[in-house]
T-cell receptor, first 117, second 110 residues
């Protein structure tokens, strides 16, 4: 059973702090993703990575950066946390496709609920 | 990029009735359409998916239909039970990631 583990379930940080959210998957998936989930807005893609040291911006990358030094780990970094970054953050992973493109479902982590005060 | 719209945003049904959730997408190149169920406080989980070479797929009480010409797909839940209460998300695959609808909160009334 694929497992995607997010290091923290709940976090409270102060405005201006640098925040690290960690995600680890144990099934050798090529693709990893960070989304934020807000009421009424669904799931919005922040960044994704399809290989080690590779990263691509999603729909809302501003204020965030990512790091993927190892295949199993994908970190989301809030350079200077702000109150509008209070949200539920979901990490996901998926298999790549030998023909290119995405045609496999995601496995999600349990989420990190971040509150910035 | 892809745009996925999902309706309705909330849906209440009596136990035993059917529920239908509809999604439309904009990119005709999309070829993979998964559905996720998210129970309160839990992670979204894949419940069914369909690929563009198939028009319909069924798994027990859950079915998904796809109309590529009209660019819409639907989730059908029959004989609903209280444990079906959750938020359901549709998604369409882009080149490298999924684009999600905004979710439907389904409530099954016992």
């Amino acid at each position: 059973d694929v497992k995607v583990t997010q290091s923290s379930r709940y976090l409270v940080k102060r405005t201006g702090e640098k925040v690290f959210l960690e995600c680890v998957q144990d099934m050798d998936h090529e693709n990893m993703f960070w989304y934020r989930q807000d009421p009424g807005l669904g799931l919005r893609l922040i960044y994704f990575s399809y290989d080690v040291k590779m990263k691509e911006k999603g729909d809302i990358p501003e204020g965030y950066s990512v790091s993927r030094e190892k295949k199993e780990r994908f970190s989301l970094i809030l350079e200077s946390a702000s109150t509008n970054q209070t949200s539920m953050y979901l990490c996901a992973s998926s298999l790549g496709s030998p023909t290119g493109g995405l045609n496999y479902g995601y496995t999600f982590g349990s989420g990190t609920r971040l509150t910035v005060v | 990029g892809e745009n996925v719209e999902q309706h309705p945003s909330t849906l209440s049904v009596q136990e035993g009735d059917s529920a239908v959730i509809k999604c439309t997408y904009s990119d005709s190149a999309s070829n993979y359409f998964p559905w996720y169920k998210q129970e309160l406080g839990k992670r979204p989980q894949l419940i069914i998916d369909i690929r563009s070479n198939v028009g319909e797929k069924k798994d027990q009480r859950i079915a998904v239909t796809l109309n590529k010409t009209a660019k819409h797909f639907s989730l059908h839940i029959t004989e609903t039970q209280p444990e079906d209460s959750a938020v359901y998300f549709c998604a369409a695959a882009g080149a490298n990631n999924l684009f999600f609808g905004t979710g439907t909160r389904l409530t099954v009334i016992p």
